[in-house]
């Protein structure tokens, strides 16, 4: 349990929440325009499903503080757009071994599912502004974008840019996080293991685009 923040001057604060708003807000629009270009999805449905429902939660249930709130509702918005991207292209993702009829009710269920957990972390914890909800399910985002990459053997859907946006906009939230909690392990760990897991991600597809002969920073 999170106890006994340190003192943060709030300038400082603010300006790592709206740093994290912006790199965040940045990676949603380049998971919508590369969806859109390579007519499919751009993040996990594990991964979409966790954040739609963190966003809703702490947007709606459990309303954060500005500025963070109206960071919530925009990263909302955006989250909605990538959610329809993934109900219009993943069908043809779902598992073939699995009734296609299926789809529409695995989303569902993983959708309310999420929700529940998420609302259940933080009552179980008394931590109702949803920190290890979202390291946590950042780390499982980071580790199924590279799952992601390897699943399709390519770079459709995905640009060296969102990799470099989201790694940025989770390193201003794990600073500001950071400086509240210094002596939370289990935070230190989620930290340094999504960063990892994003390095990795980046260079994947860095080395990718190299291979097949394609500028990475000329992908948008």
Request: aromatic fraction near 20%.
């Amino acid at each position: 349990m999170l106890q006994n923040p340190q003192h943060l001057n709030e300038t400082v604060s603010h300006l790592l929440m709206i740093g994290s708003g912006i790199f965040w807000t940045i990676t949603y629009l380049l998971i919508l325009r590369r969806g859109f270009l390579d007519k499919t999805y751009g993040m996990p449905m594990a991964a979409l499903c966790a954040n739609v429902s963190w966003e809703f939660i702490f947007s709606f249930v459990f309303p954060h503080p500005q500025p963070q709130l109206f960071i919530d509702y925009l990263w909302l918005l955006f989250d909605v757009g990538i959610l329809w991207q993934y109900i219009r292209y993943g069908r043809s993702s779902f598992p073939e071994q699995l009734p296609q009829n299926l789809f529409y009710p695995a989303f569902l269920f993983s959708l309310v599912f999420a929700a529940l957990l998420i609302a259940v972390i933080s009552v179980e914890f008394n931590e109702y502004i949803g920190i290890y909800a979202a390291f946590g399910q950042n780390l499982m985002m980071s580790i199924l974008f590279v799952h992601l990459f390897l699943k399709r053997k390519g770079v459709q859907g995905q640009s060296v840019y969102i990799a470099l946006a989201k790694m940025v906009g989770t390193i201003f939230p794990s600073v500001l996080f950071y400086l509240y909690f210094p002596e939370s392990y289990l935070l230190l760990l989620l930290y340094g293991g999504i960063f990892v897991f994003d390095l990795v991600y980046f260079l994947l597809l860095y080395f990718q685009l190299r291979r097949e002969r394609e500028n990475p920073w000329a992908r948008l």
